[in-house]
């Protein structure tokens, strides 16, 4: 897999070994509204720490670039990756999802 294009918008999430590409288009922005829910709503949750893995696991989902493997096996290899080591993709994207590109 490239490496994530910030220009784009793009962001790395490391899972282990692998890095992949979210990419938050538009389309991908929807589908994960339609959903978890509206959006700000979700950027506020994540502020005051309620955030919860299901939200964090289904915002990722919408916005891989490529999807190599089914959405229960990305969900283990989240978890399995260590939600800290997430924390800085979902930062930069929830960062990107508020300011743009």
Same mark, same amino acid.
């Given at each position: 897999? @490239? #490496?994530?294009?910030? &220009?784009?918008? %793009?962001?790395?999430?490391?899972?282990?070994? @692998?890095?992949? &590409?979210?990419? #938050?288009?538009?389309?991908? $922005?929807?589908?994960?509204?339609? %959903? $978890?829910? #509206?959006?700000?709503? $979700? &950027?506020? @949750?994540?502020?005051?720490?309620?955030?919860?893995?299901?939200?964090?696991?289904?915002?990722?989902? !919408?916005?891989?670039? %490529?999807?190599?493997?089914?959405?229960? !096996?990305?969900?283990?290899?989240? &978890?399995?990756?260590?939600?800290?080591?997430?924390?800085?993709?979902?930062?930069?994207? $929830?960062?990107?999802?508020?300011?743009?590109?």
């Amino acid at each position: 897999m @490239r #490496p994530a294009n910030s &220009v784009r918008g %793009e962001v790395a999430l490391a899972l282990g070994e @692998r890095s992949l &590409v979210l990419r #938050p288009s538009f389309e991908a $922005l929807v589908a994960a509204e339609a %959903e $978890l829910g #509206p959006l700000f709503a $979700l &950027v506020e @949750r994540a502020a005051a720490g309620g955030l919860t893995l299901a939200e964090m696991a289904g915002l990722f989902w !919408h916005c891989l670039a %490529e999807r190599g493997e089914d959405r229960a !096996h990305f969900g283990e290899a989240l &978890v399995a990756g260590g939600l800290a080591k997430a924390t800085p993709a979902l930062r930069a994207l $929830l960062e990107q999802i508020l300011a743009g590109r």
